[in-house]
């Protein structure tokens, strides 16, 4: 049986639809969790994920009207940022409930604990206060307590919407916007005080307007999340350079010397999403050696050769040592694998004619290697 309850909800998915036509909250449900079904891999099955309490009851509210069916549903997680954010996509692909054409649509996905936090950093702050006031500093880990607390002094309530902000957001020309109050505390700790926090996932027109008439460098984690951020306040509001965390860490937990190198790395937002579309394109295509192995782990031991053309359509098969003699006889041989070592005559006669693609067990010492030949060793 699943559960309808978690121990820990850390964030809520708040999503709204529309179907054409009269339909129970259960059909809705039922559609949630048919058509996800396999789409995400077992990891993120949501039967799975319910049964094992990673997800809460599924809140549904409906209302018809002239035949249409609205409504908004909340799924509570307990999962992380990153996997949150994917089964709010998986939601919002479901197309159907019962024979009716619906749409779904992630209205935002809100973290639980930001209340919590605050209200534990106001308390940690009339506890730090009270003992600074009652007792004698004795320690230095008393006397750094107390400086730190003095470079966090600078948090202010920015705007209607009482963004975390450092005390210098106004008077900056140019100003730094991380995802949260953590984040804005860390700054702070580091005399950074020209930041805001974007209170998590959500924008707010206090930044839209304030990103609007400031230089803005967005500073946001090194992890899927923070990309999907970025994506987001770049779409609402102007966003002049971007800084990232290392790769797997959060800004609010980086050192000083990590924020700076960060800050100093910055770079355009078209930059920036250039290089991150290479990246993305570069690790879906198979290496280069990957696409031969499997040829070498046939001739693995042969002390033969396999010429090629182009579209990997088999030429000849040769000895090794009759390779070097072997390639002028073979027209449009573009690729040629051996189970033996590229040496640099085997490499310019390859060259010479034509060959595109060099691929053997090892490379010996060629030197500078010929242009417009490509060698790879896979050993």
């Known amino acids: ?52 309490g990673k997800i809460g009851r599924i809140e549904i509210t409906t209302a018809v009207q002239n035949g249409v069916t609205t409504g908004r549903l909340i799924v509570p997680s307990s999962l992380d940022m990153v996997e949150t954010c994917i089964l709010g996509a998986a939601i919002e692909t479901v197309d159907k409930v019962g024979p009716c054409r619906a749409t779904f649509k992630v209205v935002s996905i809100k ?23 009652e007792q004698i500093p004795e320690t230095e880990e008393l006397v750094r307590i ?48 020209n930041v805001i926090g974007m209170d998590g996932s959500k924008i707010s027109q206090t930044i839209v307007e304030l990103c609007n008439r400031k230089k803005v460098i967005a500073f946001v984690d090194g992890d899927r999340g923070g990309e999907l951020i970025l994506r987001k306040l770049a779409q609402l509001a102007k966003v002049d350079f971007v800084a990232r965390a290392p790769e797997g860490k ?18 355009p937002l078209s930059e920036f999403m250039k290089k991150e579309q290479q990246r993305i394109e570069k690790s879906a295509m198979p290496s280069e050696a990957e696409r031969f192995k499997p040829i070498m782990e046939s001739l693995r031991g042969t002390l033969k050769a396999k010429v090629f053309d182009k579209n990997l359509k088999e030429l ?14 073979f027209e449009g041989a573009k690729i040629v694998v051996l189970d033996g070592i590229i040496t640099k005559r085997l490499a310019e006669t390859a060259k ?25 060793a896979l050993e």
């Open 1 to 52: 049986m699943a559960k309808t309850y978690i121990n820990a909800t850390k964030y809520e998915i708040s999503a709204v639809f529309r179907v054409e036509g009269v339909v129970d909250r259960h059909d809705v449900v039922g559609a949630i969790f048919g058509q996800s079904e396999g789409l995400l891999g077992e990891d993120l099955d949501l039967r799975e994920l319910q049964k094992n």
């Open 352 to 376: 010479k004619q034509g060959v595109e693609y060099l691929v053997g067990a090892k490379i010996g010492k060629i030197g500078k290697a010929p242009e417009k030949i490509k060698l790879l």
């Open 316 to 329: 000849a098969t040769v000895n090794v040592r009759e390779l070097l003699k072997s390639l002028e006889k």
């Open 111 to 133: 973290d639980t604990r930001a209340k919590k936090r605050e209200l534990i950093i106001d308390r940690a702050q009339e506890l730090l206060e009270k003992m600074v006031n």
């Open 250 to 267: 959060e800004v609010e937990e980086l050192t000083r010397k990590e924020i700076i190198m960060a800050l100093r790395k910055k770079m």
């Open 146 to 193: 107390v400086r730190e607390r003095v470079r966090t002094s600078g948090i202010v309530d920015y705007g209607p919407d009482r963004l975390p902000a450092g005390d210098e957001i106004e008077n900056a020309d140019t100003i730094i916007v991380v995802e949260g109050r953590a984040d804005v505390l860390t700054l702070l700790k580091n005399n950074i005080r």
